[in-house]
């Protein structure tokens, strides 16, 4: 409750800025300053604070593809607290009906509709166009996020496709405690931290279509063996740490 509270009345408090901001393109590295403040009040604000591992660190003004996992309603908050680059979601057209979320979401987030062919080809053209001057890509692969009794849910391709044909260098990021600090549960969650591994990034220069299942398997198998090794995570899947019954589904 205290969430959307926060949500609800910082989002009233911004509305003249949004509408000045996501009027045009040109303001979206000032609207992102803005946004970074009101993920890290959204975020401290709810008692949480970070942790942050960083094998590799993110530089000014170079485009990247953000993949970390999907474990919680806070994990957009998170990923834009980490990056200062400025990043551009490729989400799903449904967050449009929400009521006036959905009238800014639909200005600065990528839209896709996953039942279309159409749909899809055209977050290649729009993602082209928006791609200069360091800004950055961010999609959750999983598409979705999983039930609890999932350690983790299969990639899909749209990130790597793109991280192929824009040749940028993907960024493997591991969320550890999203299910147990602000679960999709109403009645779970409490004050904490949340773990973040950050991975050295994987390259793709170089890289064709034809090897999208291997870059896809790469990441995925980066990020399912560090789940999997986390005794706190693996509680929270509410299943046993069992090597056979954990064997990655890609390998």
């Known amino acids: 409750m205290w969430f959307y509270i926060l949500i609800v009345t910082t989002v009233l408090l911004m509305i003249p800025f949004l509408l000045i901001l996501t009027s045009n393109e040109k303001y979206y590295s000032t609207f992102w300053k803005m946004v970074r403040i009101?993920?890290?009040?959204?975020?401290?604000?709810?008692?949480?604070?970070?942790k942050i591992t960083a094998d590799q660190k993110i530089e000014k003004d170079k485009?990247?593809?953000?993949?970390?996992n999907h474990t919680s309603l806070m994990d957009p908050?998170?990923?834009?607290?980490?990056s200062k680059n400025p990043i551009i979601f490729i989400g799903k057209q449904e967050f449009v009906k929400i009521p006036i979320f959905g009238f800014f979401y639909k200005r600065v987030v990528i839209m896709v509709d996953r039942s279309c062919d159409e749909s899809r080809k055209k977050v290649y053209?729009?993602?082209?166009?928006r791609l200069q001057n360091g800004i950055s890509l961010g999609i959750f692969p999983e598409g979705l996020v999983p039930t609890e009794n999932v350690v983790l849910a299969p990639f899909k391709n749209g990130a790597f496709s793109l991280a192929i044909e824009h040749q940028m260098p993907i960024v493997p990021q591991v969320y550890f405690d999203g299910k147990r600090l602000f679960s999709w549960d109403f009645f779970k969650g409490y004050p904490g931290v949340f773990r973040i591994h950050q991975h050295q990034f994987i390259e793709t220069g170089?890289?064709?279509?034809?090897?999208?299942?291997?870059?896809?398997?790469?990441?995925?198998?980066?990020?399912y063996n560090d789940l999997v090794n986390d005794k706190k995570y693996m509680k929270d899947t509410n299943r046993p740490n069992n090597e056979r019954e954990f064997k990655s589904p890609l390998s």
Not at 39 to 45: H, N, S, T
Not at 63 to 68: A, E, L, N, V
Request: hydrophobic fraction near 50%; glycine fraction near 6%.
């Open 206 to 223: 170089g890289l064709k279509m034809e090897d999208l299942e291997s870059l896809k398997k790469r990441t995925y198998d980066l990020v």
């Open 63 to 68: 485009s990247y593809m953000f993949c970390p």
């Open 125 to 129: 053209e729009t993602a082209k166009k």
């Open 77 to 82: 908050f998170v990923m834009i607290i980490l």
């Open 38 to 50: 009101w993920a890290k009040i959204l975020f401290y604000g709810m008692g949480f604070r970070l």
